[in-house]
């Protein structure tokens, strides 16, 4: 499924927080971008399964969708201009292209996160958290229940040594 968007705080499309399709931007992604699109111009951002390659971004008229599209490929030798321009106006493209280059890593990380998925939560983390030196792993379960001492040192349950 194409994911068509405007790059602007309030598309859901874009946002972790809103799950969008493409919701890889986080809230400090969000507070951080540079310059937003102007939506007077009336044009959508879009990306389509099948055109990995140069991990192309589509621009279009909004309303307009599918056909020859023009494409700012964030990947390869042409990566950053506007391709097949003459299908969208030059306000249009010029916005585009500043808008992609003054957030460049977000435009990466959406295009990475639509052609390859949300990214795997992290690991469970099974390892344990504290290790004594004589007896070893301590597991986090058995470490959340021990009172610090003095010093403000967790004790090995077993020989009484300092936790690490
Ligand atoms: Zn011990």
Redesign the pocket.
């Known amino acids: 499924m194409p994911v068509y968007f405007t790059f602007s705080s309030d598309d859901g499309q874009i946002s972790q927080a809103s799950g969008g399709a493409i919701g890889a931007l986080s809230a400090s992604d969000i507070t951080s971008v540079a310059r937003w699109q102007n939506k007077t111009l009336g044009y959508e951002f879009s990306f389509h399964e099948g055109h990995d390659k140069g991990r192309p971004v589509y621009i279009t008229r909004k309303g307009v969708r599918g056909g020859d599209m023009s494409k700012i490929n964030l990947n390869g030798k042409d990566a950053g201009t506007v391709l097949n321009a003459k299908k969208i106006d030059g306000k249009i493209k010029k916005d585009a292209e500043e808008v992609v280059a003054s957030n460049w890593e977000l435009f990466e990380k959406l295009a990475e996160y639509f052609y390859e998925g949300a990214p795997a939560p992290p690991a469970q983390q099974t390892a344990p958290s504290f290790q ?1 030196k ?2 070893g792993p301590i597991s986090a379960h058995v470490a959340s229940g021990l009172q610090p001492n003095a010093a403000g040192f967790l004790e ?1 349950p ?2 009484g ?1 300092w936790l690490k």
């Open positions: 004594c004589k007896c090995c077993k020989c040594q």
